[in-house]
């Protein structure tokens, strides 16, 4: 992600999320002020690796960061909701006016059915979208994949938010839903998330097949956000030119 400081164009930032990824989610642990400061910290990390960092704040801090920090933001989610009625749901066509250049659909905090979850698929696509889709076993992902979304995000729910690692507790859960997402769809990015506390979780997790990683509790509550994140990133572009040695 190069380019000077100030909002970029929603185009280079959709180009700039290249594959390896990594995401932080700010949930509610961070918000205003310190949303900007944390999506500040990750805008340098990202340059400085030349990984691409997404962040997914809360909805009303998407505008503010996507404007005053030019880094890729995703909303929290969205509904498969058309311009009207619609009174406390989310709009697809205003988070991208807002800033974002994808969201975060059907996380176990903020579920949907799998019909609703593939209407958001869709409307995200209508927009200009680009949609990073959760699942909470194998067999959704796969169902999820289905649906043809950007990434897939399998997540144990009894993992979220307990900075116990998938890489350490539920490795056979994401290989699994590693093989049957690329059995669908070898081009869908599959994100490993769900307790990643440390550069080594996120080692482990290229080396179980993931394209990219996330965080979000360990991030937010670490007394050194960026040290962390720093070494979160340098493990994951470490391991993908690894894994990409391996393949040829």
Known sequence: MGGGRGRR??????Q???LPYFGIGFKSYVWGKEALKLAEVAREVSLAADIPIYVTPQLVDIAPIAREVGLPVLAPCIDPLRPGRGQGQVL????????????????????????????????????GLISLVCADTPEEARAVATMGPDAVIPESPRLIGSLKSVTEHEKAFFIRAVEMVKAVNPEIAVICGGGISSAEDVAEAVRMGADGAGASRAICEAEDPGKLLKEMVQALKREWKNRAILLQ
């Open 92 to 127: 697809p066509e205003a988070v991208r006016e807002a800033g974002a250049v994808g969201a975060v659909i059907n996380h176990m905090e903020r579920r949907l059915s799998l019909a609703d979850t593939y209407a958001a698929i869709r409307r995200a696509q209508e927009v």
């Open 16 to 18: 700039a999320l290249h």
């Open 9 to 14: 164009s929603e185009h280079q930032a959709v």
